[in-house]
């Protein structure tokens, strides 16, 4: 480039980086009037915004699994209400928010609409200290205020990650899951898209964000972010709030029931005489719309004097809304048209019933249960809701050993002639019944198979941990073998030889005051030769040895680097096995320990017989797998006080309990590491909890 064109070059170089800051005023206070704005929605809602940890219960094969999980919400009222997802929280057992300051506070579950995908949980205020500032609220404002193309944003803690805030447009006022899609979103058998018409937009929201606010630029909610379909979609929030509010109140939301479905108006109907509308597409038997004299195919023109309009899906979600909150046992007027006449007819709304009871897992059983829904018993067409239905079935339980066996979908209707009301009565005669017995308890069941009446013995309990019987004192050489095979025999220039090679002495025992060595083949023991050669023979110097008694003194022919040399030994008693120790089945934790045995020692290489109860199982999916226990973990205390043994674990377990402590600390060896293992155990947890007010 000649000297010509490199300045040239550079001249153009300044003319830009002159004109970059001419261009940048000229933009600069538009710009500056929305971050401003932006910042401002931010400062308003942000410091409300609260990171969800949630352990819930998810059940599936006859049992009850918790699992952890997070998602977002907001603080929406000074005595520490939050909204949120009911996916997120609405089958909690345990809840922990972390605000924007940090400060980490537990939190209860106040109830949960899974129809709107709402749900409420109060922060424990009484755990703040004395003197802590009052929390920042965030408020409501209208989603209906919204334009397409108006700035928002989505604030929520993604993946677990810290309070975030991304940004972006409404995209859509109208959001619907279309019908090509291979199923609506349910959330326990309630179709969310029944009532929510969603409000899409494209600001970025993950895994951890549902239940997080969506703001406008006011600094005000308009919707929480529940969804991701390519765009996003959050729940508007008048019907939010509207949720949110009843749940503070009464705990669960009241809805009307007709018993009637509805769809947008047929391409087939004349125009001209169908001008306003919406179909009745079915009917339930028995509901207050067939009592009312509605049929399928009537076309609904008004509901109590106001026009309907239904042409398009996305119209259905405010005409069902509107239906669901009419007053309970009020009748309501449908003018509707049956073919070319027109009528008016009065149905009497009923208390609307969940989609889908909630599940509980009986241990006793090995089966999880439902209680039987209004619609559950009109679509097996029953006389009634009493009885329970099963979820899940446990392989290898009681209710699938039983012949026949119990399936998902049965309802249990007796035991032992005793009538099943519901869950309530199942769990009462259950516990009736294995009270005190430590085996299981053989009883007769009745249940119902679609149309067939089924009778089948089970037999119910569980298998409390019982005292091993006492074993026979047995001799014991301390020492460790392995068979000297012929090939190994042949390796060692060993030809025909026969016996066992020590592959280690135990320490601080008989064997090593004996003189015994890692690596010396025991050929014989007092003359008789150890005719072992074979890997099926590796308990024939075991059987030998336990032929003697204790204290007897032995003579062995060893074998040592290629020279014949004998050695002598005391036998002693053979320690007590693993099988025969002290065990504790802790069923509301869900593990199970027994006491420390010798050869934990040995296997740990522990200087000494360690104190303490040793881990064996640990059922997944229970508080103690949740904590992060493990099999083979060495307690050592409970509550930083010395666990000596399983009884002594069980005692201050027990006396845990009794103090409805909300922490149990584990002091735990783990190798040659030691932690603290911190379970959070929800003592209220119980059947009867799953059972919703008003349910049997």
């Known amino acids: 480039m000649s000297k010509q064109n490199k300045n040239s070059v550079v001249i153009i170089i300044l003319m830009f980086s002159l004109m970059i800051p001419s261009l940048k005023s000229e933009v600069n206070p538009q710009n500056q009037k929305i971050e401003e704005k932006i910042q401002d929605a931010i400062d308003a809602v942000y410091p409300a915004l609260v990171q969800i940890y949630v352990l819930s219960l998810r059940h599936n094969r006859g049992r009850g699994r918790k699992f952890e999980s997070a998602g977002s919400g907001v603080i929406i009222a000074p005595e520490g209400y939050v909204i949120t997802n009911h996916h997120v929280a609405g089958k909690a057992t345990s809840i922990r928010c972390v605000l924007s300051t940090r400060e980490e506070l537990r939190a209860e579950l106040v109830g949960t609409d899974p129809l709107s995908d709402i749900a409420v949980l109060k922060l424990d205020m009484n755990s703040r200290p004395v003197g802590s500032s009052p929390l920042p609220l965030a408020y409501f404002g209208s989603s209906k205020s919204l334009s397409v193309g108006e700035p928002i944003l989505a604030m929520g803690c993604p993946l677990a990650i810290s309070q975030s805030v991304t940004r972006g447009i409404v995209s859509n006022k109208d959001m619907i899951i279309p019908k090509r899609m291979s199923a609506p979103l349910r959330l326990d058998g309630e179709n969310v898209g029944s009532v929510v018409k969603w409000i899409g937009h494209d600001a970025s929201i993950f895994p951890g964000n549902s239940g997080g606010p969506l703001v406008n630029l006011r600094g005000e909610i308009v919707g929480i972010n529940e969804i991701g379909l390519g765009l996003s979609g959050a729940i508007p929030s008048e019907l939010a709030d509207s949720v949110s509010q009843e749940l503070i109140q009464n705990g669960l939301v009241k809805r009307a029931w007709i018993g009637a479905s509805f769809q947008p108006m047929l391409k087939s109907n004349d125009p001209e005489n169908f ?337 303490g109860a040793m881990i064996t199982q640990v059922d997944s999916g229970g508080w103690a797998a949740v904590a992060g226990l493990r099999a083979g973990d060495l307690i050592k205390a409970v509550n930083h006080k010395v666990v000596d043994n399983v009884r002594d674990l069980q005692l201050k377990i027990e006396m845990a309990e009794s103090k409805k402590n909300r922490n149990i600390v584990f002091f735990v060896k783990r190798g040659i590491h030691t932690l603290f293992v911190e379970l959070e155990p929800n003592w209220k947890e119980s059947n009867s909890e799953s059972i919703r007010p008003g349910e049997k």
């Not at 030769?529 to 308990?539: G, L, P, T, V, Y």
């Not at 075991?542 to 050695?567: H, P, S």
């Open 275 to 611: 001008k306003q509308g919406v179909v009745v597409s079915g009917v339930v038997p028995g509901s207050p719309s067939e009592q009312g004299g509605l049929k399928p195919g009537d076309v609904v023109l008004a509901i109590d004097e106001i026009s309907v309009q239904v042409r398009f899906e996305e119209e259905m979600p405010a005409l069902i809304g509107s239906l669901l909150s009419k007053p309970v046992g009020v009748p309501i007027r449908l003018k509707i048209k049956r073919g070319m006449f027109e009528k008016t007819l009065k149905v009497t709304p009923q208390i609307r019933d969940d989609a889908r009871g909630r599940e509980t897992e009986i241990r006793e059983w090995g089966i999880t249960v439902r209680r039987l829904t209004l619609m559950d018993s009109k679509e097996m067409h029953r006389k009634d809701q009493k009885g329970v239905l099963v979820g899940s079935v446990r392989p290898g339980g009681p209710g699938d050993k039983s012949v026949p066996n119990l399936l998902p979908g049965d309802v249990i209707v007796n035991v032992n002639k005793r009538p099943i009301d519901g869950i309530r009565s199942f769990r009462k005669l259950t516990d009736e019944v294995c009270k005190i017995k430590k085996t299981p308890v053989a009883v007769v069941v009745t249940f119902d198979r679609k149309s067939e009446r089924f009778l089948t013995v089970a037999e119910i309990g569980l298998r409390k941990s019982l005292n091993p019987p006492v074993e026979a004192t047995k001799a014991w050489l301390p020492i460790a073998t392995q068979v000297l095979s012929r090939k190994l025999a042949k390796a060692m220039n060993l030809q025909g030889k026969k016996g066992v090679r020590i592959t280690q002495v135990y320490p601080n025992s008989s064997a090593q005051q004996a003189g015994f060595q890692v690596g010396d083949i025991l050929t014989h023991v007092d003359g008789l030769i150890i005719d072992a050669s074979e890997s099926q023979d590796s308990e024939v110097f075991e059987t030998m040895i336990r032929a003697y008694r204790v204290d007897d003194l032995v003579n062995f022919n060893v074998v040592r680097n290629g020279q014949k040399v004998f050695v002598s030994a005391k036998l002693v008693k053979m320690p007590t096995s693993k099988e025969q120790l002290q065990v504790y089945q802790d069923l509301r934790l869900e593990f199970e320990a027994r006491d420390v045995s010798y050869m934990d020692q040995i296997t740990n290489q522990w200087k000494e017989l360690e104190s």
